[in-house]
């Protein structure tokens, strides 16, 4: 049973930028453009995951709050955004109520769902 491919690829290339995918592929060792493309993709990531993760990730949630894994203060670590009684929320490591840990919790689906309930 063959897979389809998640993306076709359509190379419009010409001049250098056709010339230099081609010394890519020659380099490569692969016979279709395909494979120069998922090799290239592959490598980047490797070399680049920590930069590609989403500097905020949603971590735990419970009915008293929200857990957010934030990459961007160092070290990184886990936050929590706490829910009052009285709707708003409050940001342990910002100490507000008005801050991006809050909106981004506020964005989760699942957190709307819980407020909803309260």
Avoid at 27 to 45: A, F, M, P, Q, S
Wanted: proline share 5%; net charge neutral.
């Amino acid at each position: 049973m063959s897979k389809k491919p998640l993306v076709r690829l359509r190379l419009d290339l010409s001049g250098t930028e056709a010339d230099q995918f081609l010394s890519v592929k020659h380099h490569l060792g692969v016979k279709n453009d395909t494979e120069v493309v998922r090799v290239l993709v592959n490598r980047y990531w490797r070399d680049n995951k920590e930069e590609l993760q989403p500097t905020l990730q949603h971590f735990n949630l419970d009915e008293h709050g929200v857990m957010i894994l934030d990459r961007s203060v160092e070290p990184p670590r886990i936050i929590q955004v706490f829910f009052k009684p009285d709707g708003t929320a409050d940001c342990e490591l910002c100490e507000s109520k008005r801050c991006r840990h809050i909106q981004f919790a506020l964005s989760i689906p699942k957190v709307a769902e819980v407020l909803e309930r309260r």
